[in-house]
């Protein structure tokens, strides 16, 4: 089974805080993505990253960026944390079949609360 | 552009009944669709799909989405539900590109609650 692990599941930040939320995936998947989950709204697409080092906005890039250094893992970073990006961040990968079809493997999430 | 409606924001049923959540999109291409499942503080689980052929696609678990292309829907459906098919249901549309990335584009959610 594909296995998508985000090693916070819950973090408290201070407004402007530097805050770096990680996501290793270990089925050598090419693709990998962050969203955020809020109610009422869905998932949204921050970034994805089709291959090391590449990477490519999504619908709701600003106040974010993302580094993907090894092929296993997408590091989502905020630079200066701020109260309306309080959310469930969700990472997920897929292989380069799957990603035509559009078929995701997301991990647990990670809930993150700016004060 | 694409869109995805999930009509129904939360849906109450006692156990053993039947349940129907509801989806339509937009889009002005073919499209594949997919049901997720996000069951209490989990991530998403992938519980059904249609990429093409039969209409009618079945779930392990007894879930079954039908694709209505007139209807521009993929209606989720579950006979008897238990509880614990409690859990958050997302529809997702992904465009038909011949190449590059095919953006999953996700319905807000809805909410099952099953209830004794």
């Known amino acids: 089974d594909v296995k998508v692990t985000q090693s916070s599941r819950y973090l408290v930040k201070r407004t402007g805080e530097k805050v770096f939320l990680e996501c290793v995936q270990d089925?050598?998947?090419?693709?990998m993505f962050w969203y955020r989950q809020d109610p009422g709204l869905g998932l949204r697409l921050i970034y994805f990253s089709y291959d090391v080092k590449m990477k490519e906005k999504g619908d709701i890039p600003e106040g974010y960026s993302v580094s993907r250094e090894k092929k296993e893992r997408f590091s989502l970073i905020l630079e200066s944390a701020s109260t309306n990006q309080t959310s469930m961040y969700l990472c997920a990968s897929s292989s380069g079949t799957t990603l035509n079809t559009g078929e995701l493997f997301f991990g647990e999430g990670s809930r993150l609360t700016v004060l | 552009a694409q869109s995805v409606t999930q009509l129904d924001s939360q849906v109450p049923v006692f156990e053993e009944a039947p349940v129907e959540l509801r989806c339509n999109y937009s889009?002005?291409?073919?499209?594949?669709l997919f049901w997720y499942v996000q069951y209490p503080n989990q991530g998403l689980q992938l519980l059904l799909k249609y990429l093409s052929g039969s209409t009618l696609v079945e779930s392990i678990n007894g879930f079954e989405a039908e694709f209505n292309k007139s209807q521009t829907s993929f209606h989720l459906r579950k006979p008897s539900v238990h509880i614990s098919d409690t859990a958050e249901y997302f529809c997702?549309?992904?465009?038909?590109?011949?190449?590059?990335?095919?953006?999953?584009?996700f319905g807000a959610g809805t909410r099952l609650a099953v209830h004794p």
């Open positions: 889009s002005s291409v073919s499209v594949y």
């Open positions: 997702a549309v992904s465009p038909l590109r011949t190449g590059g990335y095919n953006k999953l584009i």
């Open positions: 089925m050598d998947h090419e693709n």
